[in-house]
């Protein structure tokens, strides 16, 4: 039975939910400034008031990032981000008697509200380590790669990018990806899938959902809608699945719409046209708002290799007016030392390689990967704010990564295939060392993420370590605030297997073992 049970194939993708889980929650601190403050204000309005204006709870704007329209304050963020982080936030409030404060209270950032911060942020670590589990199956099911392979890739991917920083906070970019790769997913070989009549609405649903959690993303909508055209094409009930497609996609568009009628007045609009603070003004216009020189910020933003980011980068109108410069921080931009994706996670050297090795016998796949990334990376190279405010790094990139490091796969299948020993040696020494250089930096950027409710551009820096480093006095002491700073949270990881993963667990059971369920079911009827 036990083997039976280690053998299925869902064991490996539940060991990663719980494993990456695990971690993401571990690591978040609750909120940290008005970029997830927004999102999190318009989930508390939600919730506490059942309303889309966050009139009470504008303090957690940090009275910077917020919309203001008909005598009501509102997020200047989409919808969807909020209201994924509604059932978390409601649970949560359940869960408080038994939660505790990240650093168990013990950071001048932690406030009366920091418990139900961190269980609403789980919203963001179950959806991080739901894509970490979409890409393994990819790997598996649809590049038909071994599970070794998959899990090395997996891990690569799970911690040594941005993803790891990101799915433990309340930013947008984890939802993206989870229903970006939830599309890849299932746009391959659905073609030769005849049976399954939801599977065209699910499609839909997913590209349409990718729009609702961000609406820069717009730019994969032709690509990956074309792909999804091109796979129908050889049905007789062509015109059914393509209609039942685009109803998958306007269901989530819709609800955005009838958000952005009742509060902002019209059908179709963006919340940063309504933009209270005036140094963000410039996001009214279309053009300012994506100024910045293309070639200078794609250098940058792809291989800046840890330097600050050189002034005529930044978008001319922001650069020459003082005042916009400060208060935009492009000035800290030119200071603040800036990684490009590929300094980020060394090891996509390695899958860009794996990119062109896939280009020779899936070539439409290839180009499905390449084009998909290359629209995001172009776009958010022309944003005016590309750089980040506050954090100072690549997020806003960071849903192409993905797309790109799937070619680790073929890398590793590449060079296992190798029949010179000595050269395989080299090379596999040199994968296994930019992969732990990728690790690593995905565990500095989650370790000096910034410090929560504003107290600090840096939870954690090295300086902080007790000197000498490695001395019998201070090696355990400087070893705790390590894990300590990587892991605020470790005091609420019981909340996860007491509650958490035996709810999944269920849910689980439900959406994907009905027949399991069903004859279990029948067998307690009998008896």
Request: net charge positive; hydrophobic share 50%; aromatic share 18%.
């Amino acid at each position: 039975m036990i083997k039976r049970f280690l053998k299925h194939t869902h064991f490996i993708p539940w060991m990663l939910f719980v494993f990456f889980t695990t971690i993401y929650f571990a690591s978040t601190v609750g909120i940290m400034n008005s970029s997830d403050g927004t999102q999190y204000a318009l989930t508390k309005a939600l919730v506490e008031e059942k309303t889309i204006f966050i009139d009470k709870f504008l303090q957690w704007t940090y009275f910077t990032d917020y919309a203001n329209y008909n005598h009501h304050f509102l997020s200047d963020r989409q919808l969807g981000q909020s209201i994924f982080g509604i059932p978390f936030y409601f649970i949560g409030k359940i869960l408080l008697p038994l939660t505790n404060d990240p650093y168990n209270g013990l950071h001048p950032g932690i406030n009366p509200d920091s418990k139900i911060q961190v269980l609403t942020i789980l919203s963001s670590a179950v959806i991080g380590s739901g894509s970490v589990v979409i890409y393994y199956l990819f790997i598996v099911l649809k590049l038909k790669a071994s599970k070794y392979i998959a899990l090395l890739s997996s891990l690569i991917f799970g911690l040594g990018t941005l993803h790891w920083k990101y799915s433990s906070v309340y930013y947008r970019q984890p939802l993206s990806i989870f229903f970006l790769l939830g599309t890849l997913y299932l746009l391959i070989n659905n073609h030769k899938n005849s049976i399954n009549r939801y599977l065209s609405f699910l499609t839909g649903l997913f590209i349409g959902l990718v729009i609702f959690i961000d609406s820069s993303l717009i730019v994969t909508l032709p690509i990956l809608f074309l792909y999804y055209l091109n796979t129908q094409m050889r049905f007789t009930n062509f015109r059914q699945r393509i209609i039942q497609g685009l109803i998958g996609i306007m269901l989530p568009v819709s609800i955005n719409s009838i958000y952005t009628y009742f509060a902002f007045g019209q059908l179709f609009t963006n919340p940063y046209f309504f933009e209270v603070n005036t140094k963000f003004h410039f996001m009214k216009n279309l053009y300012t708002a994506f100024q910045t020189p293309l070639l200078p910020s794609l250098l940058v933003n792809l291989f800046s290799n840890n330097y600050p980011i050189p002034p005529s980068t930044i978008a001319p109108f922001i650069w020459e007016n003082e005042n916009l410069r400060n208060a935009l921080s492009a000035y800290w931009a030119t200071v603040h030392p800036y990684r490009g994706i590929f300094s980020q996670t060394p090891a996509l050297f390695l899958a860009f390689i794996g990119l062109i090795i896939i280009s020779i016998k899936r070539l439409k796949l290839f180009i499905l990967l390449i084009t998909t990334s290359l629209s995001i990376i172009i776009i958010q190279s022309k944003y005016s704010m590309f750089y980040s405010a506050n954090n100072y790094d690549t997020r806003f990139f960071l849903p192409a990564v993905p797309f790109l490091i799937l070619g680790l796969t073929s890398w590793w299948n590449f060079i296992l295939l190798m029949k010179n020993k000595n050269i395989k040696t080299a090379i596999i020494l040199l994968t296994i060392f930019l992969s732990l250089m990728s690790i690593y930096n995905g565990w500095y950027s989650n370790l000096t993420n910034y410090a929560p409710n504003v107290t600090g551009e840096h939870r954690f820096s090295f300086e902080q370590l007790r000197q000498p480093v490695f001395s019998s006095e201070n090696i355990k002491e400087n070893l705790w605030l390590l894990f300590l700073n990587t892991f605020p949270n470790i005091y609420n990881i019981h909340l996860l297997f007491i509650f958490y993963f035996p709810l999944f667990f269920v849910i689980y059971l439900f959406i994907f073992q009905r027949k399991f369920m069903i004859r279990v079911w029948k067998k307690l009827k009998t008896k």
